[in-house]
């Protein structure tokens, strides 16, 4: 059978003629990952890495795999997953475990847990993972579900954050609007991260960029999983690691991508050029552009 090895960086895939359009597409994702990592001088170096604060990044010893979470991309089915993996829990119907429980400290084993030696014994030798998406639709996503829905949960994100988004954001701001932090609009949320930024210690790891959470140019993942192909790329990270076969809870769509330009418009371009600026280094990193907003690239 012919097999062809491509070498990208650390990363080899041995491919059969007969091979998956999921990995000829992976192969695509490490190589733009890689010249993004090369363009803005990253080194490829685990001991540059500051193993305490890889807080996002889950191990499952059982399977030898090791899995950076971001938010708003999947990440609660997946610790939901990882439960099961690590004999966490035994539910067969994974929608039967609560998100909170899902989201606990006390459910998964993450890597800043570990002694460094340890740690980066893992992230040299278990499979390893991170699932992206476009780093717009993720903001967005995030706004939507925190700050704009009206629902028992976003109240967390209202009262910490949208409280002093409407104090310091809205001119003329009513005390009753101040009080309840809600109604906040995607403009004022936009003003909110261009003027106080996405990485600082204040920032929420909901609109983190996937850089900062992951460090994907300092850990050679195995796997880059894309929300566009978010069935396919599920089912290929559980079948290398050989997995027994979980019924993954695929969520309804919220038609986020195609609310982006309905939200955008409230932005003006100079705006929208300082939020691609936070996150610059995801959309190179991750092959993402503007045109699904703009209809052309910026920067």
Known sequence: MFVLKVILGHFVVSLSFGVKIAWLEQIARQEVLLKGCTANF???????????????????????????????????????????????SNATNLWDIP??????????????????????????????????????????????????????????????????????????????????????????????????????????????????????CLINYTFIGKYEWFEEDTRTVLDMVGAPYIDFPVSKPNYTRDKLRFYFQQLSLSEIEDLYNLYKLDFKLFGYDLNPILGFEIG
């Not at 170096?45 to 971001?70: A, E, G, M, P, R």
């Open 99 to 216: 998100a909170n429980i899902a989201h606990a400290n006390s459910s998964t084993l993450k890597i800043s847990n570990l002694p460094k030696l340890e740690a980066l014994s893992y992230l040299n030798n278990f499979t390893s993972f991170l699932m992206v998406r476009h780093p717009f639709e993720r903001l967005l996503s995030a706004f939507r579900n925190k700050l704009e829905d009206q629902s028992e949960s976003a109240k967390y994100f209202q009262t910490r954050i949208g409280r002093y988004i409407v104090k310091k954001y809205r001119p003329n701001a009513t005390s009753d609007e101040i009080k309840s932090g809600k109604n906040i609009t995607f403009r004022e949320f936009a003003q909110y991260l261009i003027r106080e930024g996405v990485t600082n210690e204040l920032a929420n790891e909901h609109w983190m960029p996937v850089n900062d959470l992951c460090q994907p």
């Open 42 to 88: 990253y080194e490829k170096n685990k001991q540059n890495l500051n193993i305490t604060s890889l807080d996002h990044i889950l191990v499952d010893k059982k399977h030898k795999l090791i899995y950076c979470y971001v938010p708003k991309v999947g990440c609660t089915n997946w610790k939901r997953v990882f439960m099961v993996l690590t004999d966490k």
